[in-house]
Structure formats: structure tokens, C-alpha cells
């Protein structure tokens, strides 16, 4: 089995900045795109960015686009979500993702591993 685990969450004011982390542990496997979706309060989880195993193809949803930056350090096997210039609207639990194939995907459904989620809460 693969475990993914977030870190970074917290509270900061609107215009802050959080670093978000995911580390992967158990069964290992290579070539695999990862992603970052997030759950607002009463609302369905979105597409938040997405990127391949090489790091040189990533996604972001347009809502992020420029303010997010998503990265990843295969040696570590550990992802990470830079969010610059936080609105309150970016207020929601944050999960990472891990699919089986090396293709980037905003689809909930490429993606078969997850974690339990970090809370970043934006405050205005």
C-alpha cells in the first residue's frame, strides 16, 4: 500500500503564504504524477495543481494559477504546494494525490492514492 501524508497547513491572513507538504510512504513505484485538490466548506473537492514524475509538466486550476506553485523532490518522495498571495476564498482542507500513471490530470479519478488532508484557513 502507498500512505500519503500532509503537513503545512494553518492559519494566515489574506496576502500570507504557506508551504504545503506531502510525503509518500510504503509500496514503492516510480513514474507516477501527483496532485494537490482541496474541499471548501460545504462544497465538492477541486482541482488544485498537478505535476508529473520528472517535475516538468504541471497544471493548475485557473483559480490558483500564478499564486500557486507546485513542486516535488523525488529522492525525498515528498510534494509540495508553495500558495503566495492567499485569499480567504483558498480556505479549505488540502489533499494530496498519487496516481498510478505518469500522466498530469485534473480528474479525481486518475488519481488511486490519497491523504487525510491539511486545513489551511485564509483569515481577512
Known amino acids: 500500500q502507498v500512505q500519503l501524508v500532509e503537513s503545512g497547513g494553518g492559519l494566515v491572513q489574506a496576502g500570507g503564504s504557506l508551504r504545503l507538504s506531502c510525503t509518500r510512504s510504503g509500496r514503492t513505484f516510480d513514474n507516477y504524477a501527483m496532485g494537490w485538490f482541496r474541499r471548501a466548506p460545504g462544497k465538492e473537492r477541486e482541482f488544485v495543481a498537478t505535476i508529473n514524475w520528472g517535475g516538468t509538466i504541471t497544471d493548475y486550476s485557473d483559480s490558483v494559477r500564478g499564486r500557486f506553485t507546485i513542486s516535488r523532490d523525488n529522492v525525498k518522495k515528498t510534494m509540495y504546494l508553495q500558495m503566495n498571495s492567499l485569499k480567504p476564498e483558498d480556505t479549505a482542507a488540502y489533499y494530496c494525490?498519487?496516481?498510478?500513471?505518469?500522466?498530469?490530470?485534473?480528474?479525481?479519478?486518475?488519481?488511486?492514492?490519497w491523504g487525510q488532508g491539511t486545513q489551511v484557513t485564509v483569515s481577512s
Open positions: 494525490a498519487a496516481g498510478s500513471g505518469s500522466y498530469v490530470s485534473s480528474r479525481e479519478d486518475e488519481y488511486d492514492y
